[in-house]
């Protein structure tokens, strides 16, 4: 074990403040990264105040990391001292269950284990996200970064941009299809830069009106204001896809009206209950409503390599770790475009 010196919640009413803590030696099939950035995600506020329940304390936040790796255990095959490295969601899984078995860990059958706030795998050891110095995790679990990409812009795409990145890639968005983008966030900013990449028609469909020139810089090829009544009419039955990323409840018929014959919405912000869906908006043309959690690793390391080839990161405002509940509080407002990223920096420096 090895002292490891991050920022905590010890409560759900306690502000993050200065922790230290204990991470594992690597084992044979571990890497252990030095960390340089961490994304600071809203569920890392969300979890950190107990607004969905179950949260342990105390907790350290941050499921985007970027590092370097500074050692690896003897089976390790994948990365080597001196790569760039990412962590996302998930440190662990079963590995044995069907989801598993199809690089699909992010839904394993047992669960997975989250990098922070939840347990180690057959232990009651809490695990402790990226707000820290140093991370160890198996392998299968890490993606190699390649060391051209701009590396704090690269942190959330590790969970803003594989949970964007996935959907898009599992119904087949591409050339010829006209896609929605719902909410201009942390996760609708990533939405409209993969939907534009794999060549899909791009509106972004926004509750904001002065969000629209941005929408445009990002990929966006036009932008189609929720509010306008005579607007959404107009678009009605226009489109093949629609990715909702709106991070709290709200209600999708609105939405739904504007998908084509067996077109697809699925929602990626929401955790918390929706309202009422009304039967024949999706009745009427043969609709559906899914959901869509991260990636795997697989597909995880696939996003991490088509944005390195298609220069792909997210829009970042950077912040001290000192700095990290005034950042909270931004986030409530929605102040910030698009991703808080943390340079761990400022935690050595004020070590």
């Known amino acids: 074990m090895f002292t490891v010196k991050g920022y905590a919640a010890q409560s759900a009413s ?7 803590f204990e991470r594992r030696d690597p084992g044979p099939h571990d890497v252990q990264i030095e960390i340089l950035y961490a994304g600071v995600c809203h569920s890392d506020l969300h979890q950190a105040r107990n607004d969905w329940g179950g949260s342990l304390y105390p907790m350290v936040p ?11 255990g003897e089976h390790v095959t994948k990365l080597k001292i001196g790569d760039y490295a990412g962590v996302g969601c998930m440190v662990d899984s079963c590995r044995r269950c069907e989801p598993c078995e199809a690089d699909l860990e992010q839904y394993c059958a047992e669960g997975c284990t989250l990098t922070y706030n939840g347990r180690e795998r057959g232990s009651e050891q809490l695990t402790f996200g990226g707000y820290s110095e140093q991370v160890v995790v198996e392998q299968r679990f ?3 970064v390649p060391a051209t990409m701009d590396l704090k812009a690269v942190a959330p795409l590790l969970c803003a941009g594989i949970t964007t990145y996935s959907p898009l890639k599992h119904w087949k968005v591409g050339p010829g299809q006209k896609v929605g983008i719902i909410g201009l966030g942390g996760l609708g900013h990533m939405g409209v830069k993969f939907a534009h990449a794999m060549g899909a028609h791009v509106t972004m469909i926004t509750t904001s009106p002065e969000k629209g020139k941005d929408a445009l810089r990002l990929g966006a090829d036009e932008v189609l204001v929720s509010t306008d009544p005579e607007a959404m009419a107009r678009a009605r039955g226009a489109f093949h896809f629609l990715l909702d990323t709106v991070p709290v409840g709200h209600d999708t018929n609105p939405y739904l009206q504007l998908l084509k014959l067996d077109g697809s919405m699925v929602l990626v912000g929401a955790l918390t209950p929706l309202d009422p869906i009304a039967g024949f908006n999706l009745i009427g043309g043969r609709k559906s409503v899914a959901g869509s959690a991260i990636g795997g690793m697989a597909e995880t390391q696939e996003m991490i390599d088509f944005c390195a080839e298609k220069d792909i990161v997210s829009d970042v405002e950077m912040i001290r770790i000192q700095d990290i509940n005034a950042a909270y509080e931004r986030m409530l407002k929605n102040d910030v475009r698009y991703r808080f990223v943390i340079d761990i920096a400022s935690l050595r420096e004020a070590a």
Do not use: L
């Open 142 to 144: 890490v993606v190699k």
């Open 14 to 20: 306690s502000s993050i403040t200065p922790f230290s």
């Open 62 to 72: 941050g499921h985007e990391i970027v590092g370097r790796v500074v050692k690896v």
